[in-house]
T-cell receptor, first 115, second 117 residues
Framework: AQKVTQAQTEISVVEKEDVTLDCVYE???????LFWYKQPPSGELVFLIR??????QNEISGRYSWNFQKSTSSFNFTITASQVVDSAVYFC????????????FGSGTRLSIRP | GAVVSQHPSWVICKSGTSVKIECRSL??????MFWYRQFPKQSLMLMAT?????????EQGVEKDKFLINHASLTLSTLTVTSAHPEDSSFYIC?????????????FGPGTRLTVT
């Protein structure tokens, strides 16, 4: 079975704090892709990152960083020095290679950054 | 980057009527298009996968006679919600897939908010 679990339903932090969003996935495929998307109140999905299963290097993009660990099937997302504009729902997602790009979304984490 | 549009962005219809939502890939040809549904404060759930010129593949639990999908060209897919009911009120998001190397890149549309009264 393929599944993505985001255990944190809602997180609220004060601006400038660091925050980590957890993501755990399940798949039997050896080749797969992991994603993070941001969904602001407008509803439009904003692509943040894609990682394939063979690339475990951590990635940093500005205030965003991602930690991919196959040993624990986790793909966590950290926002450093959070800002109010980071408030949104964040989805972790999985695309099993065998499913020809079908994307399975986690339940999402609603992040609120308080000024 | 690749752009996917949806029309309309929001629609209100009366119970029992049908409504059509269009999904277009504006600057690329999409081999496959996907339709997702998102209820308030919930995740995106895949409804169906459609390939140009063939019948859509529906996910378990999705009524194919209620949610008609037509993928007539490589740039256009339509979702028709037939005999809509208030419980069909949701945010419908399409995505279009284009082959790039070894990966089917998937690009999402901005979504269509459907309210059935």
């Amino acid at each position: 079975a393929q599944k993505v679990t985001q255990a944190q339903t809602e997180i609220s932090v004060v601006e400038k704090e660091d925050v980590t969003l957890d993501c755990v996935y399940e798949t039997r495929d050896t080749t797969y892709y992991l994603f993070w998307y941001k969904q602001p109140p407008s509803g439009e999905l904003v692509f943040l990152i894609r990682r394939n299963s063979f690339d475990e290097q951590n990635e940093i993009s500005g205030r965003y960083s991602w930690n991919f660990q196959k040993s624990t099937s986790s793909f966590n997302f950290t926002i450093t020095a959070s800002q109010v504009v980071d408030s949104a729902v964040y989805f972790c997602a999985l695309s099993p290679y065998s499913s020809a790009s079908k994307i399975i979304f986690g339940s999402g984490t609603r992040l609120s950054i308080r000024p | 980057g690749a752009v996917v549009s949806q029309h309309p962005s929001w629609v209100i219809c009366k119970s029992g009527t049908s409504v059509k939502i269009e999904c277009r890939s504006l600057d690329f040809q999409a081999t496959t298009m996907f339709w997702y549904r998102q209820f308030p404060k919930q995740s995106l759930m895949l409804m169906a996968t459609s390939n140009e010129g063939s019948k859509a593949t529906y996910e378990q639990g999705v009524e194919k006679d209620k949610f008609l999908i037509n993928h007539a060209s490589l740039t256009l897919s339509t979702l028709t919600v037939t005999s809509a009911h208030p419980e069909d009120s949701s945010f419908y998001i399409c995505s279009a897939s284009a082959r790039e190397g070894d990966l089917n890149e998937q690009y999402f549309g901005p979504g269509t908010r459907l309210t059935v009264t």
